[in-house]
T-cell receptor, first 111, second 117 residues
């Protein structure tokens, strides 16, 4: 069964305190792994797509990495505006229109 | 450029009532999706459409129907609402060309919060 597990469920950081979020997945052939950011009361907003093990993508203070079984979202020197829920999703090769999402990690960065 | 617009934003229904959620996108995207988001369970795909006049079942389709009569609109219907359908519903769309296609980006609406009493 295809599934995505994210950890931790919630993470509190002080401003400037770097950390990583984990996304573990099992899927019958991975086409793509995605990271989205979701602010309260809003829809998810795209951050990154990763397609193959070893691939890395960066955007400001965020860097996403991918292995054959998991992905990490590294947050370097976070700011309060990075506070949000971060969602991970996988897209299987057998159906490009099916995306399986994890339940997210709620990040709170305190000043 | 509005992107993906969902109406209504909030709704309260009684068990057994019916309603339709509307999703409209102005980006000329071929693919559209309906998800529900429940606490601790993440987004789950209800139905999706790969083009005007086509629909397909997702992960949790029971109790819902959809229609895609126009390319820009994707409707989600609840014929007889149940308390288990209390959730936040998100619509998304994605393109079939351009750089966004290469990244498989989905563009989401702001959601509809539905309570079934």
């Amino acid at each position: 069964e295809d599934q995505v597990t994210q950890s931790p469920e919630a993470l509190r950081l002080q401003e400037g305190e770097s950390s990583s979020l984990n996304c573990s997945y099992t899927v019958s052939g991975l086409r793509g792994l995605f990271w989205y950011r979701q602010d309260p009361g809003k829809g998810p907003e795209f951050l990154f797509t990763l397609y193959s093990a070893g691939e890395e993508k960066e955007k400001e203070r965020l860097k996403a990495t991918l292995t054959k079984k998991e992905s990490f979202l590294h947050i370097t020197a976070p700011k309060p505006e990075d506070s949000a829920t971060y969602l991970c999703a996988v897209q299987p090769v057998y159906n490009f229109n099916k995306f399986y999402f994890g339940s997210g990690t709620k990040l709170n960065v305190k000043p | 450029n509005a992107g993906v617009t969902q109406t209504p934003k909030f709704r309260v229904l009684k068990t057994g009532q019916s309603m339709t959620l509307l999703c409209a996108q102005d980006m000329n995207h071929e693919y559209m999706y309906w998800y529900r988001q429940d606490p601790g369970m993440g987004l789950r795909l209800i139905h999706y459409s790969v083009g005007e006049g086509t629909t397909a079942k997702g992960e949790v389709p029971d109790g819902y129907n959809v229609s895609r009569l126009k390319k820009q609109n994707f409707l989600l219907g609840l014929e007889s609402a149940a308390p288990s359908q209390t959730s936040v519903y998100f619509c998304a769309s994605s393109p079939t060309s351009g750089r966004a296609l290469a990244k498989n980006i989905q563009y989401f609406g702001a959601g509809t919060r539905l309570s079934v009493l």
